[in-house]
């Protein structure tokens, strides 16, 4: 059965930032992700996780601008030296917290020059990380244009074609099933193809953002088996936007 989590950003959303990883664990959630964790002080997160056993599996690169409409940096052409700051924020966030995985964030732009300094940013990213941080992984997740219009990374074949070029051993794909779905409508074939590439999984119902349960459009048993079938051993958490009570939707955790 894979290993499962949850976002902590998504779920318990009724509930204030600090209040969530203890009513994760009080729900018996051993793993948690938080895409932007940078409100609360890394050792009142930290404090929090070792006093509740719970392990944080992922944070995003920083998107302080997200309410008005910013997804991160990496791939804007000017932003490099802000990226690179919040880079190095997110580097001691992972430290603090023992996060295994940093999922770098692209931001809003499109054309050659903005995949020059995606990839030139990937490149520091990781030798960064790997100087700074051995053992942890940076990942890139291809976003559908239809949840996020204008996301720089919007395919599958456009992350392998970076990741492959780069070839660094700490950079790698986060590969979402609901993405996939949105973007390929083969969930399944698009994990054969680019399966072996991922460090970090996430999931959630194609109808709705919802739990990931049987029964939809996305087969999670066939998804989760195979899985275990290819030998995946990192996180799989649910992203999703709960469709009621939190805690009442997480038999699919339990199910697999």
């Not at 930290?46 to 008005?68: C, E, F, H």
């Not at 023992?98 to 300094?117: N, Q, S």
């Not at 456009?158 to 979402?176: H, K, M, S, T, V």
Request: glycine share 10%.
């Amino acid at each position: 059965m894979p290993r499962f989590a949850l976002n902590l950003t998504l779920a318990f959303s009724d509930l204030p930032l600090p209040a969530r990883i203890p009513a994760a664990a009080a729900a018996g959630v051993a793993r948690v992700e938080m895409l932007f964790p940078y409100a609360m002080p890394a050792g009142d997160l930290r404090a929090q996780l070792d006093g509740t056993g719970t392990r944080m599996v992922l944070i995003n690169t920083p998107a302080d601008d997200w309410a008005k409409g910013g997804r991160g940096t990496a791939a804007i052409p000017g932003e490099t030296a802000r990226f690179r700051a919040d880079f190095a924020r997110s580097l001691d966030y992972a430290a603090a917290l023992a996060v295994p995985v940093v999922h770098v964030m692209a931001g809003l732009a499109t054309g050659p020059e903005a995949d020059r300094i995606f990839r030139d940013n990937l490149a520091w990213a990781s030798d960064e990380a790997a100087r700074k941080a051995p053992g942890l992984t940076l990942t890139v997740e291809p976003i559908n244009p239809h949840d996020m219009p204008g996301y720089f990374l919007d395919g599958f074949e456009q992350a392998a074609g970076i990741l492959d070029r780069l070839n660094r051993p700490n950079l790698a794909l986060q590969f979402d099933a609901y993405h996939a779905h949105r973007i390929t409508g083969d969930v399944i074939g698009t994990w054969a193809r680019h399966g072996h590439r991922a460090a970090h999984v996430q999931v959630a119902g194609a109808e709705g953002r919802h739990e990931p349960v049987p029964g939809g459009a996305i087969d999670f048993p066939a998804f989760f088996a195979r899985l275990d079938a290819d030998g995946y051993t990192g996180a799989v958490s649910g992203e999703y936007t709960p469709a009621g009570d939190t805690v009442a939707g997480l038999g699919w955790m339990r199910a697999g």
